[in-house]
C-alpha cells in the first residue's frame, strides 16, 4: 500500500532555471528572465550549487554548508538563501520512493515561489478541487489549478488513486502538495459562491494568460522560429476564383460629413430588426474599407509580415480575418465569402445554400431573428501568425483583438447607416464546414449581424 512507504521529500533545481555563482552570491537565469541573489559566504554557494548534480533535503544542504564553511553562521545564510530561491521558483519539492525513481513533484513555471506547507489536520476530510485540471507531460500527470501558479506532477497510480476520493491511500507528502497547490479543498470550500461561480478551464485559461511572471515563457518570444517559417500575412486568391471587387468609399467626404465621434458613442446601440432590400453593397464596401482593410504590411526583424490597419493589433500582427455570409445585400449575390483586406475585394468561399441556410440559423437562435439578417460577418483567427511569435499568452491576445474589432465595426456602422449585433459565440463546426480551414490553423472567433437597420425597432433601453 502507497500509504505505508517511505518516502523522502528533497530539494531538486527546475529544469527551465539555470543557477551559476556570481560575485558575491548566485545568478539565477530563467526562459526569459534573470536575477542575482546575494549570498554572502562562499560555502553556501558551493553547496547549494552542489543540487546541479542532485537533488537532497534542505537540511542536507545546510548541514553541508555548514561543514564546507566551518562556521555555525553559515546555517542561517544557507537558510536565507534557499528561502529566497524557493521564493524565485529555483527549487522544486520532489518526492522519491528509497531507491526510486521520483512519485510526486511540487513544482511551477516562471519566476513563482515553491515552498512546500505543512499538511492540515482535515485533510483526510477535504476533495479534489472542481478546478483541477489534469494533462500529460513525460510520463506523469500534471494537475493544477487556476487557483495556484502551483502545480503537482503525479505517477500515474498516485493520479488514479488520487481520482478515487480515497485520499487515505495517498503518503502524506503527496497530500501535503496537493494541499499546498490548492488541489484539495474543504466541503465549505467547494460549495461557496466563489468557487462555483469559474469553470475549471476558465479559471485555468485565466491565470495562464494573465499571469506574466508564471511562464517559462511569456509574451513575443517567437519560440516557434527556430522549427518554422512565419506564416505570410496576404492569401492568394484561390484558384478558380474569381473576387468581388468592392467600392472604395471617400474618405476625404466622411472626414467632413461623418457626425463627431461623440455623437456615434452615445448613440451606438446593438440592432436585431433589418429592412429587407434596403442593405447595398456600397455599405458593405465602406464598412469593411473603413474598419479592416490593410495599409501596409512590412516584415519585422524576424521576418514576420507586421500590418498596418485601422484598428490596433498585439505588435501588428493581425490574425483576425474577416468571412461575410451574405443573405440580402444589392449588388451581392448570396454566399460566404472572405475578404482580403489587403486588395479590397471578396474571395468567393461558398455558394452552397445548405451551409448558408446552417449558419443563419444558428444566428437565428442566438439573436432570435424571425428572418436572417442582410449579412453577418465572421471573425475567424489564423492561429499559426499569433502563436507563432507570441508564447504564455496568445489566445488572451486574440481575445483583446476580436473585441477591438467589435466596437471598430460598431463605431463605423453607425455613419453608413447600418445596424449591428455582436454575438458572444459562434460555431466552430459550421465555420470549418463552411470554409474548409483545419481548426488548428484556422477557427471562429466573433461574429457580428449586420444590415440597413429598422427604425422602428424599440430600443430595450428606452432611450431617444
Same mark, same amino acid.
Given at each position: 500500500m502507497l500509504e505505508t512507504l517511505t518516502v523522502t521529500t528533497v530539494l531538486a533545481i527546475r529544469a527551465s532555471v539555470a543557477l551559476e555563482s556570481t560575485d558575491g552570491g548566485l545568478m539565477v537565469r530563467g526562459t526569459s528572465w534573470q536575477q542575482r541573489v546575494e549570498v554572502p559566504d562562499p560555502a553556501v554557494v558551493r553547496a547549494i550549487l552542489d543540487l546541479v ?228 453593397? *456600397? ?24 500590418? *498596418? ?42 455558394? *452552397? ?23 453577418a460577418l465572421i471573425f475567424a483567427a489564423r492561429f499559426g501568425r499569433l502563436m507563432w511569435k507570441y508564447q504564455g499568452m496568445p489566445y488572451s491576445l486574440l481575445t483583446k483583438h476580436v473585441g477591438v474589432v467589435y466596437q471598430t465595426i460598431y463605431l463605423n456602422a453607425e455613419p453608413l447607416g447600418l445596424g449591428v449585433c455582436g454575438i458572444g459565440g459562434t460555431s ?25 437597420? *429598422? ?10
Amino acid at each position: 500500500m502507497l500509504e505505508t512507504l517511505t518516502v523522502t521529500t528533497v530539494l531538486a533545481i527546475r529544469a527551465s532555471v539555470a543557477l551559476e555563482s556570481t560575485d558575491g552570491g548566485l545568478m539565477v537565469r530563467g526562459t526569459s528572465w534573470q536575477q542575482r541573489v546575494e549570498v554572502p559566504d562562499p560555502a553556501v554557494v558551493r553547496a547549494i550549487l552542489d543540487l546541479v548534480d542532485g537533488p537532497a533535503a534542505a537540511e542536507e544542504v545546510v548541514r553541508r554548508a555548514m561543514i564546507a564553511s566551518g562556521q555555525l553562521a553559515a546555517a542561517v545564510v544557507a537558510q536565507r538563501a534557499i528561502k529566497r530561491l524557493q521564493q524565485l521558483g529555483v527549487f522544486e519539492h520532489v518526492l522519491f520512493e528509497p531507491g526510486g525513481d521520483p512519485i510526486a513533484t511540487l513544482t511551477t513555471e516562471g519566476a513563482q515561489p515553491v515552498a512546500l506547507l505543512p499538511l492540515p489536520a482535515d485533510v483526510v476530510t477535504r476533495g479534489l478541487s472542481p478546478h483541477a485540471v489534469a494533462t500529460v507531460s513525460a510520463g506523469g500527470v500534471v494537475v493544477q489549478s487556476g487557483v495556484s501558479h502551483l502545480q503537482v506532477i503525479l505517477r500515474p497510480d498516485l493520479y488514479a488513486t488520487l481520482a478515487t476520493g480515497d485520499l487515505t491511500r495517498l503518503p502524506e507528502p503527496v497530500l501535503a502538495m496537493l494541499c499546498t497547490a490548492l488541489l484539495l479543498l474543504t466541503q465549505e470550500e467547494q460549495s461557496s459562491r466563489r468557487v462555483r461561480q469559474w469553470h475549471a478551464a476558465d479559471l485555468w485559461f485565466h491565470r495562464r494568460n494573465n499571469e506574466s511572471r508564471g511562464a517559462d515563457g511569456y509574451g513575443g518570444t517567437y519560440h516557434l522560429a527556430a522549427d518554422f517559417d512565419p506564416l505570410p500575412y496576404a492569401r492568394p486568391v484561390p484558384d478558380g476564383v474569381s473576387p468581388v471587387d468592392l467600392p472604395v468609399p471617400d474618405l476625404a467626404t466622411a472626414r467632413h460629413t461623418d457626425p463627431p465621434l461623440a455623437d456615434v458613442m452615445e448613440r451606438r446601440r446593438s440592432r436585431r430588426v433589418f429592412q429587407a432590400g434596403a442593405t447595398t453593397l *456600397d455599405q458593405l464596401g465602406a464598412l469593411l474599407y473603413r474598419s479592416l482593410r490593410v495599409r501596409q504590411v512590412h516584415p519585422d526583424d524576424h521576418g514576420l509580415d507586421v500590418v *498596418d490597419r485601422p484598428y490596433p493589433s498585439g505588435g501588428s500582427v493581425h490574425e483576425i480575418e474577416t468571412y461575410v455570409v451574405a443573405n440580402d445585400i444589392a449588388g451581392l449575390a448570396p454566399g460566404v465569402y472572405r475578404y482580403a483586406p489587403e486588395r479590397h475585394q471578396l474571395d468567393p468561399v461558398t455558394s *452552397d445554400p445548405v451551409i448558408r441556410a446552417r449558419v443563419n440559423a444558428d444566428v437565428q437562435m442566438t439573436t432570435r431573428g424571425a428572418v436572417p439578417p442582410p449579412f453577418a460577418l465572421i471573425f475567424a483567427a489564423r492561429f499559426g501568425r499569433l502563436m507563432w511569435k507570441y508564447q504564455g499568452m496568445p489566445y488572451s491576445l486574440l481575445t483583446k483583438h476580436v473585441g477591438v474589432v467589435y466596437q471598430t465595426i460598431y463605431l463605423n456602422a453607425e455613419p453608413l447607416g447600418l445596424g449591428v449585433c455582436g454575438i458572444g459565440g459562434t460555431s466552430l463546426g459550421l465555420f470549418a464546414a463552411a470554409t474548409g480551414a483545419d481548426p488548428l490553423e484556422e477557427g471562429a472567433v466573433g461574429m457580428m449581424v449586420l444590415g440597413s437597420f *429598422d427604425p422602428a425597432e424599440a430600443d430595450p433601453w428606452g432611450r431617444p
